[in-house]
């Protein structure tokens, strides 16, 4: 049963039938959705890349049969095909020197880092977003049109006792036009996140369990490639592109926003490290985050400041935070 393509087999299996039950519309179901992406990384981390390939093609076969064909498209472009890359560069290594020397069994391995495989899946979740924008309509007027038709059955048609009293078309036409344009942006942020944390939970669980292949990275010294801040600035200033590549430029900026709050509280994780009250500081600064929006951006300049001002090495007075590499 340690074979990689059994075991791939079975996390494809089970994943898919989670993906299809969010079809049923229980809550039960879409709880359960939040957890899709985890047998496929739990095989990929345990078992190698070949388990996460064989897990991603068995889950979108079966999501075809089970729904339709184009389910298992979407099922393998927006989760079998990241997780298997996803779990590929998480296992990749080469020998610390290898310019020369001992290059035997012995020799250490330095482990793709952390901080480029969040990138990658910053650029995967605006790619996914950008995936879903056509769903929509291929031109701005057929998208607006669209998402304008489903958000007013939300509001006016299907809420139990129709709209409040005082709550007009009128009067929510902005509060509708904001949901139309933050949409990708949206879409961006739930799939980063569960991706991320269903292959952390995954990598936790594999640990554990003696299965994880790569010893667990020091996420305190993560950082990001020069160019990824490039990318966030590319992709705030394509949100004032007219037309569609303003909408899809849209789901970039707002995963690339949320890699960067990462970023920042790895660094506010580091930063509260010699406080006797770390974990009171630390407990307001997550409820923080969740009851008020505007923490989270703070937290995000805390990440984009960091390789700038060293925030990490200052604090540490060593060189705990090494300079992207661009290579």
């Given amino acids: 049963m340690n074979s990689p393509y059994m075991i791939g087999i079975g996390a494809g299996l089970v994943s898919a039938v989670l993906f299809a039950s969010t079809m049923t519309g229980s809550a039960l179901a879409m709880a359960l ?74 020799a250490a391995m330095e482990w793709y880092p952390p901080g480029r495989i969040v990138a990658w899946t910053a650029l995967m979740a605006g790619g996914v977003a950008a995936l879903s924008v056509p769903l929509f309509g291929l ?26 009293p005082g709550m007009t078309k009128e009067q929510m036409g902005p509060v509708i036009e904001l949901l139309i344009r933050a949409l ?31 010893p667990w990275p020091d996420l305190t010294l993560m950082s990001y490639p020069g160019t990824f801040a490039l990318g966030f600035v590319a992709a705030l200033l394509g949100t004032f592109t007219p037309g569609i590549l303003g909408i899809v430029a849209t789901g970039f900026a707002g995963a690339f926003l949320v890699a960067y709050i990462l970023l920042g509280l790895v660094v506010l994780h580091v930063l509260a490290r010699k406080s006797p009250f770390r974990h009171v500081i630390l407990a307001a600064l997550y409820l923080g985050i969740f009851i008020f929006g505007w923490v989270a951006l703070v ?21 705990t935070n090494p300079p992207p590499d661009d290579d």
């Fill in 33 to 106: 959705f939040y957890i899709t992406a985890l047998p496929g990384f739990l095989a990929g981390l345990g078992w190698g890349t070949t388990a996460a390939i064989v897990a991603a093609v068995t889950g979108a076969a079966l999501t075809s049969v089970l729904l339709v064909p184009l389910a298992g498209l979407g099922y393998f472009l927006t989760l079998g095909l990241p997780i298997a890359i996803l779990c590929h560069l998480a296992l990749l290594a080469r020998p610390e020197d290898e310019s020369g020397g001992d290059s035997g069994q012995g």
């Fill in 139 to 164: 031109d701005v007027e057929t998208y607006r049109a669209n998402l304008q038709q489903i958000l007013d059955k939300m509001f006016f048609s299907q809420l139990p006792g129709g709209a409040p």
């Fill in 184 to 214: 990708p942006a949206a879409s961006a942020i739930v799939w980063l996140a569960i991706i991320m944390l269903n292959m952390w939970t995954a990598a936790k669980i594999a640990a554990a369990s003696g299965r994880m292949i790569r």
């Fill in 299 to 319: 937290v995000a300049m805390v990440g984009i400041g960091d390789p700038m001002f060293r925030f990490r090495e200052r604090a540490v007075g060593g060189n």
